[in-house]
């Protein structure tokens, strides 16, 4: 039982550049969130899913794209990396209701120069 | 739109008690939780609250008041591995939009 798995873990861009961040969970969650997180802050919310063909913008959803075509996976694209894109992004999944919490990847650490 | 307010830092001695304060605003409530995160590594849940009172899961246990929008997570029997952040969250017009505080950062000292 792999949990949630993220990759790559660590990626450099170059302003204008675009990626996909992968994310794919094995325990048949049906809410799956990418967040990221900024040095000393908490979690932003970019976009969430509550199951396959669902999808939801969050609190920091401006230059990320996602989509939900299965339940195991939920890549986030993005479309035009800028410098202010360098964060770790967190993927992180969970059965309704919540009442066991959510599991969260290991985290990519992105960097755009 | 939502807020959480909890302290910065929180600075403690091995074997104490310490607790984590937590004031919410949201429209559409759906339960407050709390996640403790590692240096370098990945958040981890650690309770939720879906209704008033207190939850107690072995030495940490976490309170809830839905009328005054209020939380907390007190940490018992302090031991060094607990030097991390944590982080209160609320399902903010649903269980699957979880909203993070951010963060308090626990030292536990010798």
């Known amino acids: 039982n792999a949990g949630v798995t993220q990759t790559p873990k660590f990626q450099v861009l170059k302003t204008g550049q675009s990626m996909t961040l992968q994310c794919a969970q094995d325990m048949n969650h049906e809410y799956m969130s990418w967040y990221r997180q900024d040095p000393g802050m908490g979690l932003r919310l970019i976009h969430y899913s509550v199951g396959a063909g669902i999808t939801d913008q969050g609190e920091v959803p401006n230059g990320y794209n996602v989509s939900r075509s299965t339940t195991e996976d939920f890549p986030l694209r993005l479309l035009s990396a800028a410098p202010s894109q360098t964060s770790v992004y967190f993927c992180?999944?969970?059965?309704?209701?919540?009442?066991?919490?959510?599991?969260f990847g290991s985290g990519t650490r992105l960097t755009v120069v | 739109g939502q807020s959480l307010e909890q302290p910065s830092e929180v600075t403690a001695v091995e074997g104490a008690i310490v607790q984590i304060n937590c004031t919410y605003q949201t429209s559409g409530f759906y339960g407050l939780s709390w996640y403790q995160q590692h240096d370098g590594g990945a958040p981890t849940f650690l309770s939720y609250n879906g209704l008033d009172g207190l939850e107690e899961t072995g030495r940490f246990s976490s309170f809830l008041s839905r009328s005054d929008s209020y939380g907390y997570l007190l940490l018992q029997e302090l031991q060094m591995k607990d030097s991390a952040s944590y982080f209160c969250a609320v399902g903010s017009g649903g269980y699957n939009k979880l909203i993070f505080g951010a963060g308090t950062r626990l030292a536990v000292h010798p």
């Open positions: 992180a999944s969970s059965k309704p209701p919540p009442g066991d919490g959510y599991t």
